[in-house]
Nanobody, 126 residues
Framework: QVHLVESGGDSVQAGGSLRLSCAATGVTLGRGCMAWFRQSSGKEREGVAGIKSDGTTHYEDFAQGRFIISRDNDKNTLHLQMNNLKAEDTAMYYC????????????????????WGQGTQVTISS
């Protein structure tokens, strides 16, 4: 059984940085595809960043250049480094995983993922 636990969410001021982590058990991160999604109040869940089994990374436009997704295969942990945070980044952030490679698939299609964490709250004050 796959279990994902996010951490690192916090309240920071605009312009600050946070590093989110997602510890995984029951799945080997290096063999599958993982992504970060977020959902803010009153909005639909949206993709943030994803990483495929071959290590290729993908970012939504708002995350490009500010966020970095990485994977620590030894610790089976996914990270999201978020820099230059803005008020509009305020949301609950979720990590998602699948044992599939995601090759040829749109990584921000939430239907790809069969395992989700409980989320970690990020609040940015301006």
């Amino acid at each position: 059984q796959v279990h994902l636990v996010e951490s690192g969410g916090d309240s920071v001021q605009a312009g600050g940085s946070l590093r989110l982590s997602c510890a995984a058990t029951g799945v080997t991160l290096g063999r599958g595809c993982m992504a970060w999604f977020r959902q803010s109040s009153g909005k639909e869940r949206e993709g943030v960043a994803g990483i495929k089994s071959d290590g290729t990374t993908h970012y939504e436009d708002f995350a490009q250049g500010r966020f970095i997704i990485s994977r620590d295969n030894d610790k089976n942990t996914l990270h999201l480094q978020m820099n230059n945070l803005k008020a509009e980044d305020t949301a609950m952030y979720y990590c998602a995983a699948t044992g599939e490679s995601c090759f040829g698939r749109y990584i921000f299609d939430s239907r790809l993922f069969d395992s989700w964490g409980q989320g970690t709250q990020v609040t940015i004050s301006s």
